[in-house]
Every structure is written in C-alpha cells, then in structure tokens.
C-alpha cells in the first residue's frame, strides 16, 4: 500500500499561482498512476488531472486545461499540480490519490484507491 501525504495549499488572490506536492511512500511512486482531485464545500469530489507511470500521458478536466499542470518526479516520489490562473471556483480541498499497483495507462476514474488528506486552496477574488 502507499501512503500519501499532500503539501502546499494555501491563500492566494484570483489570478495567482499556486504549486501543491504529494509525497509518496510506502512503495516506489513509479508503480502507479497518479491523479489529482478536489472538493469544495458542499460539492463531490471532482476529477482534476491525472498523470501516467512515466509521465507521458497526461489527462486533465476542462475545468483547468490550459491552467493547470500535472507533473511528477519519480526518483523523489513526488508528484505535483502547478495551478496558474486561478479563480475563486478554483477553491477546494485538493487530494492526490494512487491507481492500482502496476496499472498501465489510462485509468477509469474510479480506479483510484489510496488517498492523501487533502490541502487546503483558497482562492480570493
């Protein structure tokens, strides 16, 4: 099983940038697919990005394409979400969660299973 622990929410004004991390560990980050969601208060949870073993797929809601970006470094088992542009409906707890262990590319978004305890980003206008 991997662990997963998000990092970098914060405040930041509309149109304002913002880089969140997740830290794996338990098991080698290269082994999984890794996805980005968020909710926001009184809303489900939503797809946000997703991103393939290698870094060669990527997938994003049209929400945030062409804003946000997904990014990861294997060899510090960390994966990343660079948000640029962002707007007040941008606001929410962000979560990174893990595909299944050894999973190839694409994943149907139900198949993320190991979660982080979120960040916190707000966005104010």
């Known amino acids: 099983q991997v662990q997963l622990v998000e990092s970098g929410g914060g405040l930041v004004q509309a149109g304002g940038s913002l880089r969140v991390s997740c830290a794996a560990s338990?098991?080698?980050?290269?082994?999984?697919?890794m996805g980005w969601f968020r909710q926001a208060p009184g809303k489900e949870r939503e797809f946000v990005a997703a991103i393939s073993r290698s870094a060669y797929g990527r997938e994003y809601a049209d929400s945030v394409k062409g804003r946000f970006t997904i990014s990861r470094d294997n060899t510090k088992n960390t994966v990343y979400l660079q948000m640029d542009s962002l707007k007040p409906e941008d606001a929410a707890v962000y979560y990174c969660?893990?595909?299944?262990?050894?999973?190839?590319?694409?994943?149907?978004?139900?198949?993320?299973?190991?979660w982080g305890q979120g960040t916190q980003v707000t966005v104010s206008s």
């Open positions: 338990g098991r080698p980050l290269s082994f999984y697919v």
């Open positions: 969660a893990a595909g299944p262990y050894g999973s190839s590319w694409p994943i149907p978004k139900t198949a993320f299973g190991s």
